[in-house]
């Protein structure tokens, strides 16, 4: 493959993990009591689960104030998520004081360099990377800066996690697609139908 060869890099965000924390407890069984279509058997799971519909969301939450929100696809969408979840709290005067601080934890996405890659040329030249197709056929990659996993597939397609911003995971798609045309690892460019 010529070095003179244009890779059009692409990803979407499939999922942001965040933790919330309010700065009370809460009182599950009274939430549970107040608010249709919460979910809670505190003999199961200690948390109760809340469920937005627009954006579709999910959130644990636990007595300590603490809350784990799923299901957003923009930081943006998590932002709105929460205010909605403490919007409906305090619809049925459940008592949220102070502003929740959010923080991610996680984000996973898709990625797509657009060309084939040689896996086993990838996984030889590039560091912190590891590919055993007997047991999965993807490259596993360990980036540094940004610090994140890449699932690198033949056809140049990838799951990105461990992003804490939005940002990273552009940036982690543009430097892996540089990397493996730098090495070399570039089978192809794959033509769309």
Known sequence: MSSGAVLKPSYKIEN???TVILEHELDLELIETRIPAITYKPDQFPG???????PKTTALIFK???MVVTGAKSTQQLIEAVKRMIKVLLR??????????????????SGDIGAYVHLEKAAYLLEDSMYEPEQFPG???????????LLIFS????????AKEEVEVERAVVNIG???LELGCIAGIREEL
């Not at 109760?48 to 627009?54: A, E, M, S, V, W």
């Not at 049925?92 to 996405?109: C, L, M, S, W």
């Open 16 to 18: 942001i993990v965040a």
């Open 48 to 54: 109760l689960i809340f469920r937005l519909d627009n």
């Open 64 to 66: 300590s104030g603490k």
């Open 92 to 109: 049925y005067d459940i008592k949220v004081t102070g502003k929740p601080r959010i923080q991610i934890q996680n984000i996973v996405a």
């Open 139 to 149: 490259l596993i990659h360990r980036m540094r800066n940004p610090r994140v996993v």
């Open 155 to 162: 056809s140049g397609k990838m799951v990105i996690t461990g």
């Open 178 to 180: 540089n990397q493996l």
